[in-house]
Nanobody, 128 residues
Framework: QVRLQQSGGGLVQFGGSLRVSCVAS????????MAWFRQSPGKEREFIAT?????????????VKGDPAKGRAVISRDKATNTLYLRMDNLEHQDTATYYC????????????????WGQGTQVTVSS
């Protein structure tokens, strides 16, 4: 089993940047890929980004991809410390949400987005 512990986030100025981290422990040798999601009150969970653990291939969700103005997120990982990162720039009020990291321990789960483990969530609030 993989356990996930998040840190970072908090209160961020409009137009500023956020960086959240997620440390994996336990059976990290089984990691296939990890991802970031977010959820705001009254809204469905949104997919932000994902990365394959060994190859480092990345994909981004609709909230952060598309035109240049939306290409403002970077997902990365440090295999040496089993840490997943998310950096987002040019934050807007709609980026206010609880951010979650997730881990998949098989290709099937990864590509079907059925993640095996979840972090505890980190609140990010964008202020004016």
């Amino acid at each position: 089993q993989v356990r996930l512990q998040q840190s970072g986030g908090g209160l961020v100025q409009f137009g500023g940047s956020l960086r959240v981290s997620c440390v994996a422990s336990g059976r990290t040798d089984t990691l296939y890929g990890m991802a970031w999601f977010r959820q705001s009150p009254g809204k469905e969970r949104e997919f932000i980004a994902t990365i394959t653990w060994n190859g480092g291939g990345t994909w981004y969700g609709d909230p952060v991809k598309g035109d240049p103005a939306k290409g403002r997120a970077v997902i990365s990982r440090d295999k040496a410390t089993n840490t997943l990162y998310l950096r987002m720039d040019n934050l807007e009020h709609q980026d206010t949400a609880t951010y979650y990291c997730a881990a998949a321990t098989s290709a099937e789960n990864y590509f079907s987005r059925h993640y095996d483990s979840w972090g505890q969530g980190t609140q990010v609030t964008v202020s004016s």
